[in-house]
């Protein structure tokens, strides 16, 4: 899959206004919840996964990923990697 510069501009700006699959803006709603505060996170967030077409695994690994990413660039912040 390749993405146009219309589709990354338009995921970079703000993803609920891009064109998604319904599967593809459920992972992302989630991401954003667990990014925001995490401790928000409920069974019924899980269950919205599920019904988008998410396995008990695909959850685990969205949720381990998003939680790496975060994580990482948390610790590069907090030692100024990457800055001027």
Excluded: C
């Amino acid at each position: 899959m390749t993405l146009d510069d219309k589709f990354v501009a338009q995921l970079e700006r703000d993803y609920t206004h891009a064109d998604l699959s319904a599967q593809d803006r459920a992972m992302l709603d989630y991401v954003v919840k667990v990014t925001k505060d995490a401790t928000q996170v409920s069974p019924r967030d899980h269950e919205q996964l599920r019904v988008a077409g998410f396995d008990d695994r695909g959850i685990l690994q969205i949720t381990l990923i998003a939680s790496w990413f975060n994580y990482i660039n948390r610790v590069a912040d907090a030692l100024g990697v990457g800055r001027d």
